[in-house]
């Protein structure tokens, strides 16, 4: 009997043993951490051009842009991470973490150089990736796994929603509470801001070491044979550390917001190629789809990244700072004058 869906391809989250409807919730669960990731993100950058006067372009844009733009481009995540598939945004969390922790090895300025804080820009689709390969290998075979995503996906929600209303809070009254001394999570920001970082630097350890050892174990579960795996993880590794050496030496040479779009195409080219002698056809769309993916989230980045280009931002000292500092900043060109008249 003819029947019209034996023609069609089957979508990748079927392939993998899931339903639409439970992929489409792993998507909005990743793409409410990256939301998460992002507001704290913002925060910290607000608050660096509250204390640089320099910035006040920078702040007015922070202010105006995201809020109109942050609902499109949570939208646009979630369609992205509902129909990747799960291969795919497995290589796409080991890749990246490959790059993070060979960086984080040279890294030379400290948590809170502008290398570090690039990161944070940089893995928002990484993140997203990892987050739902967590979802799929933890729940790989639960007996109420829509369920269990739902109540995933409320909690996420929560947290999402809670980070953008603190955000959209000190956008709009930070420097008003900061100078009256009024709000008490204006006053933590005041004092802590600088860790904030540090903190998301934890987070993100926990959530791509969780993705990492989830993402080995969907790729393994594919191979029947030990040799089957072999001949993918030995190229699979040997093209990503050559890959990695070659980004980094790029990003030294020539740092600049534009490179950031170059090495997406290198990386996804790369994978692409990878892919087409030891992957499925589902997988090339895959990579197609996590191509558009990095692009959406460096063009929502796209400001912040610039910051990090411009300037190192741990420089930048706290509101206190400043104001303690004055009294003993004065007398030193009257001492100096002296000395010239002497």
């Not at 995540?77 to 790059?99: D, K, Q």
């Not at 190229?235 to 790029?250: D, S």
């Not at 997988?283 to 400001?303: P, T």
Request: glycine residues 6%.
């Amino acid at each position: 009997m003819f029947s019209l869906t034996s023609w069609l391809p089957s979508l990748p989250s079927l392939d993998w043993g899931s339903s639409l409807l439970d992929s489409l919730l792993q998507g909005l669960i990743g793409a409410c951490g990256v939301s998460v990731l992002g507001s704290f993100t913002k925060i910290y950058f607000f608050i660096y051009c509250v204390n640089d006067p320099k910035r006040k372009k920078e702040k007015e844009y922070l202010v105006s842009q995201w809020a109109v733009l942050e609902p499109l481009h949570l939208l646009g995540l979630t369609a992205f991470l509902t129909v990747v598939g799960v291969r795919v945004a497995a290589l796409v969390v080991l890749e990246f973490s490959l790059r993070a922790v060979s960086m984080l090895l040279t890294l030379n300025k400290g948590p809170t150089g502008p290398e570090f804080l690039q990161l944070f820009l940089l893995c928002q689709y990484s993140l997203g990736c990892g987050l739902t390969c967590s979802l799929s290998f933890l729940l790989e075979g639960a007996p109420h796994r829509t369920l269990n995503l739902l109540l995933s996906l409320g909690l996420a929600g929560l947290l999402a929603s809670g980070a953008w209303r603190l955000y959209r809070h000190v956008c709009r009254l930070y420097e008003l509470h900061s100078c009256e001394q009024y709000c008490g999570a204006c006053l933590t920001l005041l004092a802590k801001w600088q860790d904030l970082p540090t903190l998301l630097g934890r987070a993100l350890r926990v959530a791509f070491l969780v993705g990492d050892m989830a993402a080995v174990a969907l790729i393994n579960r594919d191979f029947l044979t030990t040799s089957e795996a072999v001949r993918f993880w030995t190229p699979l590794t040997i093209c990503y550390t050559l890959l990695v050496i070659y980004m980094q030496e790029e990003q030294r040479q020539h740092p600049s917001t534009q490179s950031q779009y170059q090495t997406v195409f290198v990386r996804m080219g790369g994978l692409f190629i990878l892919l087409l002698t030891v992957g499925h056809w589902l997988d090339l769309m895959g990579v197609f789809i996590s191509l558009f993916g990095e692009l959406w989230c460096l063009a929502n980045s796209r400001v912040l990244l610039d910051l990090c280009q411009k300037q190192d931002l741990s420089q930048i000292p706290s509101v206190v700072e400043p104001d303690q500092e004055k009294p003993e900043a004065q007398p030193q060109p009257h001492l100096s004058r002296n000395k010239a008249h002497s």
